[in-house]
DNA sequence: CACGGGATCGTCT
DNA sequence: GACGATCCCGTGT
């Protein structure tokens, strides 16, 4: 009997009940394995996801919502769980995030690396690429690139039938879970250390840039 | 392959 | 006016 079905069997999507759940850290390890799909202008992508960190408010310095911070940045962050937190980062990459946790309680978890299953045609010609290699989708600016994923469309709700973004359950991920710490905030003090990225370990989609 | 720097702009001070 | 939850390319070995 089959454990996996194929890369294109339709899977039910995540509801509420999954992105509102108040633990952001453990919503980011039970994220890897899911797949993540977006539809626009009838084009289907589709990437398991395979690398993740979570950020929460108000603890976390390296959260955007620190403290709480309430700007018209941060603002989606407080909504309940399930929409889209897409931001500009260095002025030109769109960093894909999910909003999760119940409404006030301003956590997300950002989406770093993802395997292509879908809609490889369509990634390569958003990254302008011609062969299928890690570079594509692992690094959360490229991933979002392939999948287009563009700060337009922050806030954009991920649960209705509809919703052309939104993620996919799946079969458990048959690789090791790993973590460490997160990528690229250093400047968050006693935060710099929490072990709150997670990947598949042994996965050759996830990042894996020189300094680490 | 390691390293260094530039791109580029929204956000908040 | 400073600074990013990054990436890519050029240089040198």
């Known amino acids: 009997m089959n454990k996996t079905s194929p890369p294109g069997a339709p899977r039910p999507r995540l509801g509420a009940d999954f992105y509102q759940r108040p633990d952001p850290v453990a919503l980011a390890r039970e994220l890897l394995g899911k797949r993540l799909a977006t539809c626009f202008d009838g084009r289907l992508t589709v990437g398991r996801i395979v690398e993740t960190e979570a950020y929460r408010a108000p603890d976390d310095k390296a959260c955007h919502a620190h403290l709480n911070r309430f700007t018209q940045r941060t603002r989606v962050m407080f909504e309940p769980g399930g929409r889209a937190y897409i931001y500009l980062c260095y002025g030109i990459h769109h960093l894909f995030n999910i ?21 490889l045609e369509t990634m390569l010609e958003r990254r302008n690429m011609r062969a299928l290699t890690p570079q594509l989708t692992a690094g959360p600016g490229v991933m979002s690139q392939a999948m287009g994923l563009h700060k337009t469309s922050n806030g954009a709700s991920m649960l209705a039938p509809d919703a052309p973004i939104w993620v ?25 250390q929490w072990p709150w990225r997670f990947w598949l370990e042994g996965n050759p989609w996830v990042s894996r840039p020189k300094k680490r």
């Open 168 to 192: 996919e359950d799946a079969d458990p991920a048959r690789e090791p879970v790993a973590c460490g710490p997160r990528i690229g905030i250093d400047y968050a003090e006693e935060c710099v």
């Open 99 to 119: 909003v999760t946790g119940p409404e006030g309680m301003a956590h997300v978890v950002l989406v770093r690396a993802i395997e292509p299953l879908l809609g």
